[in-house]
């Protein structure tokens, strides 16, 4: 990208140019230097200059010449050193240096009186020295950026409508649409149809709150009791409603101890369940309901399930124990979340929840410090950690200064934009509860606001969280993290950072970055331009060249730009376990545990979540997605496994209920030719169901994994006539008992026909191994968008 | 071989264009160097408290009674007090967890460690952060690297030496950005890890040593040779590099899953039942010298967190230290169980140090001066370089002999790095050369 092509990419900012004969106005009420903006390819020149030179280093000037900073009332004022502000600080510096010559130099260097001391080393005269004179003469500098040519989106192909609704699908859902849901979504405006289609199912939202948990992590607390056992029990006296007064638990109304135990049980789950979970259900809600998207922030309510809301004190339609069983389709379901206020309690949606206030503490020293990183960093696409990523003066007097974070340039190049809103949280405590501060805010503190120059009056403190919201909402970065949220949840991989001087691939890195960001602004406008329904974001991103892309064009060699095109990624185990159900019928899981979601193999910490890549959204928050030879073993496990019971459970079924082998019977030999098309248009069939693809019963690809089966058969069914090989299946890979009856299969009237036991030809063996090559696949472990 | 597998495909798929770092470890020989034991107190500790130790003076109060002195550096040791090893004379630390109370309480005195190790320890202080954040810190701590982009050095190690194995790089989290030149292994229940290692096991006798099998054997032979065939196939149709980057990815994890078994083989018996197995730097510092024995793993990364003490200092950091050190003092007696002793390296550091003296809250906040211990094979002990003022700022040193010279530099995490690749023996593999040069810092005889 050329220099002007630069500008005009950042140029939303006004440009304050000061060049040649330019106007200028003096203000002297503000003692602030204003200007009239021209254009000029050499003051681009001069800007890359000093984004390599000087920048990096500013620090240790806005820590003083910052609005709220001890020179703040100078003519020199820079805005907090966010990416944002880059193009603005480097105006201000400029306008100074064109108003006020080397006094930058003589300030530093201990010529003239500054308060902030002689900062410059000799390098540092020597860059600003260069800085001056670019500024002076613009025309003297020297072009040291880094040329990138922009990439349109034209370089990207894309897939077919169909492809995206299908990928969107198995993406989100976990399963396949069907032939006729395909039918529809061949054209883009049936694309769009069918994705409104695809964000009314439960199961989507599934998804969104299980991807959104891996941003805010507060799944942590749901588990146990750990989600009630953050309310404090005198604001909620009620928190463990189920209890019963005498510790005995006379009130679930079960004489029989082991009964009362079981619903016990099931009550503090459930309530549990509705705690832990009500920011990832706010979020869900105002999704589904095409809210504006800013009501995370803003809602003044809670989201509740009936048992919940007995813990919260509000309940719902006189919910009482009585009315709890397992029918998850009773309006007192446990999924059943509702909109509910707490009195006296100023909600700010997501903001005032416990689950998210404990999952991101506080401390009487750090105060709300922490809270106010993780905000910005969710909400305002402002890394405040990213911040810190210069280096600092280690050798200069830190510990003689009074009160650092506010005073220390090494310590304000975070804290005056970390400070103003963690003081704007002071009605929240490290418990998460509301506790308005008797004494007000810490008067050492930068005082309360969004930011250092807006600052929050005091009659809004009794709902600070409220009017920060509001805030936060109201700021352009919003709708921009908005769109990266999304992009997260949707990808899994956090959106391309701006990229740094000095970075290893910077060029690449530029050209990518600037990619993406197009995109995002494209998509950001489309989402203001609807009121912040979530779901044009979420639509958008899915058509877009980073779920959608096919390949680029040939000769676009940018490997960090290639890696952002299409999904391809390995399935998590969440999403994994659906897909191994929705493929097989069956849960990878002991048969017992097959309707406990949470002790299924993939799902399980103790069993394979973990070392699977998953996280605990606890001591483990991040995902691994590089597979790792002991996840591979996992893989090649999970699909040895489900080659045994879950084949001959398939078997046992009728035929036109089955899965996988609705075109063969486990006694089909391949004797001639009518068996042997058989065999192999049920291959066909597998190919579909298993990994999506579509052959032809004649293809090359249903050739060889018929001559895995036919090998296998013969060889089989050798040893077993001579002996080697057993004329039965495993006795644990058998269906020898009805799975809903458990009548015993031996009995005389049905051991010829639904026992799945003996295997003498080895036909089931064989298709066993079919199952095992396809479920170890490539296609079927890895999601791929380009496909 | 799984080796021989990967570099198959490395060469005969073109795959040293797409997969280049890790080709580029790819040597195929049979690891012989160390293991690598990286130990991270996660949230910036506090060197005065440990290594670097600054305690407080008494003062004579207005009844000429002997009090502590205002705003000490430390509040529970008096620098008199501060000790040097028994068997390191070189070796200074703070002589905490030794008072009646923790005595009777069995709590792990520093001086246990110190004393036994002060002969093996190398100790640097004064390190110059160069920052006050955790993700920066941290990064620098392990990679070398204060802003973003490199691997943690364990990542690269792993890399060079066994790319394939299953678990070359254990990790529990601190940084372990790998870039692409290794994959990151976690670890989990031993029983699911067990039942992992024989994937075709259905059922084994142990009085008759025999294994019944899911698939037979030629069954499954015959299926990963489909698979291998498919596999070809799809990559030579794909057309997306990312894509390709990681079906080879997908190959390599594949190609070493035999290997497995071999972990199971050196896992200690008492691995759930070891009295000690709740503390984080043993359990997770056994399953790696495990991984080793067996030749499958070169490096881990264990992190042990809660040192970012900004308020209650003194209760809630030194019990962490205390932790940490009894750790390491575990994990090598485990090491000279193993005989494996003259194997392991040690490199113990966080994210920063800690300020000097307390806030209002009793507590630390961030200082960028900070500490490392390392000791191993390699590593000659009984040393301490660098040093802190009594302010606990850094002073620099002479480059050429780490005398402290006013007119010197100060150490940084990229000086200790450049001097680690040399000791590792990989300052001049192509993949540091090409990806992760360490330049602008001068050559440090650290281990010299």
């Not at chain 1, 009482?320 to 206020?341: G, V, Y």
Request: hydrophobic share 35%; aromatic share 10%.
């Amino acid at each position: 990208m050329n220099n002007v092509s630069k500008i005009l990419l950042y140029g939303s900012l006004p440009l304050m140019l000061f060049y040649g004969c330019g106007g200028s106005e003096f203000d002297e009420k503000d003692r602030r230097i204003t200007g009239v903006e021209t254009q000029d390819s050499s003051v681009a020149c001069v800007e890359t200059f000093y984004q390599q030179n000087i920048e990096f280093d500013l620090s240790k000037c806005v820590g003083c010449h910052t609005a709220g900073g001890q020179a703040q009332s100078t003519a020199l004022v820079f805005s907090a050193l966010t990416s944002d502000n880059s193009n603005a600080n480097f105006l201000t510096l400029k306008n100074y240096i064109t108003a006020t010559g080397t006094k930058i130099i003589q300030k530093n260097d201990g010529t003239v009186s500054h308060a902030g001391g002689a900062l410059f080393t000799d390098s540092d005269i020597t860059q600003y020295s260069t800085l001056i004179n670019y500024v002076n003469e613009p025309s003297t500098c020297i072009d040291s950026s880094v040329n990138v040519e922009p990439v349109s989106l034209s370089s990207v192909r894309l897939v077919s409508p169909a492809t995206t609704a299908r990928n969107a699908a198995l993406v989100t859902t976990g399963e396949a649409p069907s032939d006729a849901e395909l039918a529809l979504a061949l054209t883009q405006t049936g694309l769009d149809n069918y994705l409104d289609q695809l964000m009314q199912k439960d199961a989507f939202y599934d998804w969104l709150k299980l991807r959104f948990n891996d941003i805010f992590l507060t799944d942590r607390y749901n588990r146990s009791s750990d989600g009630i056992n953050l309310m404090d029990s005198t604001d909620f006296p009620d928190r463990v409603w189920y209890y019963g007064t005498n510790d005995n638990r006379n009130m679930l109304g079960e004489s029989n101890t082991t009964a009362r135990d079981i619903k016990y049980n099931r009550v503090r789950s459930k309530t549990n369940y509705g705690v832990a979970r009500a920011p990832l259900e706010l979020i869900a809600h105002v999704v589904r309901e095409e809210k504006n998207f800013g009501e995370i922030l803003t809602a003044d309510y809670m989201m509740m399930n009936p048992y919940s809301s007995r813990s919260f004190g509000v309940n719902v339609n006189g919910f009482s124990l009585a009315d709890d069983d397992d029918d998850e389709l009773s309006q007192f379901s446990k999924d059943n979340f509702r909109e509910l206020r707490i009195p006296g309690i100023p909600h700010a949606g997501v903001l005032t929840d416990p689950m998210f206030l404990n999952r991101f503490p506080t401390t009487a020293t750090n105060r709300n410090r922490h809270r106010s990183t993780k905000i910005q960093l969710f909400f305002l696409d402002t890394d405040i950690l990213g911040l810190a990523d210069r280096p600092i003066n280690s050798t200069s007097d830190d510990k003689s200064t009074h009160n650092p974070t506010s005073n220390n340039p090494n310590c304000t190049v975070c804290h005056f934009v970390m400070d103003p809103i963690a003081g704007a949280l002071q009605n929240w405590d490290s418990r998460g509860r509301y506790r308005p501060m008797d004494n007000g805010w810490y008067p050492e503190m930068m005082p309360p606001g969004f930011s250092l120059s807006d600052r929050m009056n005091a009659s809004e403190y009794p709902r600070s969280m409220q009017w920060l919201a509001e805030k936060i909402v109201a700021d352009p970065r919003f709708a921009k993290a908005s769109v990266k949220l999304f992009y997260k949840a949707l990808t899994g991989k956090d959106a391309l950072s701006k990229p740094a001087y000095g970075d290893t691939y910077l060029a690449a890195s530029q050209q990518a970055y600037d990619f993406q960001d197009k995109v995002f602004e494209d998509i950001k406008s489309k989402f203001l331009a609807s009121n912040k329904n979530a779901k044009v974001i979420i639509k958008e991103l899915i058509k877009s060249v980073f779920f959608s892309g096919r390949s680029m064009t040939e000769g676009l060699q940018n490997e960090i730009l290639s890696n952002s095109i299409g999904l391809a990624h390995l399935i998590e185990p969440e999403n994994l376990d659906k897909k191994i159900y929705n493929t097989m019928g069956y849960y990878w899981a002991r048969s017992y545990y097959q309707d406990n979601n949470s002790r299924h193999y993939l799902m399980n910490e103790s069993e394979y979540k973990t070392l699977y890549g998953g996280i605990n959204s606890n001591s483990i928050t991040k995902r691994v997605s590089d597979l790792n030879g002991v996840m591979a073993n996992i893989q090649m496990r999970m699909a040895v496994e489900m080659s045994c019971y879950p084949v001959s459970l398939d078997f046992y079924r009728s035929a036109s209920t089955r899965k996988l082998f609705p075109l063969v019977d486990k006694n089909l030999e391949p004797l001639d030719t009518a068996s042997i098309q058989k065999i192999k248009e049920n291959i066909v069939h597998l190919y579909k169901q298993i990994l999506g693809e579509t052959h032809t019963s004649d293809s090359a690809e249903v050739e060889r994994t018929y001559q895995l089966f036919y090998q296998s058969y013969v060889d089989g069914k050798a040893r077993v006539d001579s002996g080697d090989a057993r004329d039965r299946l495993n006795s644990g890979c058998s269906v020898q008992r009805d799975p809903v009856t458990n009548q015993n299969l031996f009995d005389a009237d049905r051991r010829d026909t639904d026992l799945v036991y003996y295997d003498r030809a080895y036909v089931i063996r064989a298709w066993s191994a079919v199952i095992t090559y396809m479920l170890s696949d490539f296609k079927f472990l890895y999601e791929n968008t380009a496909e | 071989m799984f080796r021989r597998d990967f570099l198959k495909y490395i060469s005969v798929a073109g795959a040293a264009l797409l997969l280049p770092k890790m080709a580029l470890g790819a040597t195929g020989a049979p690891y012989t160097g160390p293991l690598w034991i990286f130990v991270n107190a996660g949230g910036g500790w506090d060197p005065t408290s440990l290594c670097d130790p600054k305690g407080y003076a008494e003062v004579l109060d207005n009844q000429n009674q002997l009090v502590m002195e205002d705003n000490p550096m430390n509040k529970s040791f008096r620098t008199v007090d501060i000790a040097t090893s028994a068997s390191g004379s070189n070796i200074k630390f703070a002589p905490l967890m030794e008072s009646e109370d923790d005595i009777a309480n069995n709590r792990y005195a520093f001086r246990t460690f110190f004393d036994k190790y002060g002969k093996d320890l190398l100790v640097i202080n004064g390190i110059d952060m160069q920052t006050n954040g955790h993700s920066a810190g941290s990064r620098y701590t392990w990679s070398g690297r204060l802003s973003e982009g490199y691997p943690s050095f364990s990542a690269l190690l792993a890399g060079i030496a066994l790319p394939a194995s299953p678990m070359s790089f254990i990790t529990s989290g601190g940084y372990d950005f790998t870039d692409g030149v290794v994959a990151g292994t976690r670890l989990g229940n031993i029983n699911a890890i067990q039942r992992i290692s024989y994937v075709n096991r259905y059922s084994y006798n142990a009085n008759t040593n025999v294994e019944t099998p899911f698939h037979d054997q030629a069954t499954y032979d015959r299926i990963m040779q489909a698979r291998d065939e498919r596999f070809t196939d799809l990559y030579n149709r794909q057309s997306l590099r990312s894509v390709k980057e990681l079906m080879l990815k997908f190959k390599q994890a594949h190609s070493g899953s035999n290997e497995l078994k071999k972990l199971i083989e050196y896992l200690p018996t008492d691995i759930n039942t070891h009295p000690d197995r709740n503390n984080a730097v043993f359990a997770q510092g056994r399953f790696a010298m495990a991984g080793y024995k067996a030749g499958l793993t070169v490096s881990v990364n264990i992190t042990t967190g809660g040192f970012d003490t900004h308020g209650n200092h003194d209760n809630s950091h030194i019990p962490r230290l205390s932790g940490l050190l009894k750790g390491l003092d575990l994990l090598q007696q485990e090491a000279v169980n193993q005989g494996i002793s003259d194997r392991v390296v040690f490199i113990v550091g966080s994210d920063f140090g800690r300020t000097p003296r307390y806030n209002n809250g009793n507590g630390k906040d961030h200082w960028p001066i900070t500490s490392m211990m390392m000791m191993g094979a390699g590593i000659t002990g009984n040393r301490v370089i660098g040093a802190s003022t009594p302010e606990h700022d850094a002073i620099k040193v002479n480059p050429s002999n780490l005398a402290l010279d006013a007119n010197g530099i100060n150490i940084t995490p990229a000086h200790i790095h450049k001097a680690l690749r040399r000791l590792a023996g990989i300052e001049s593999e192509q993949l540091i050369t090409q990806y992760y040069p360490i330049s602008g810092v001068e050559d440090l005889p650290i281990f010299t």
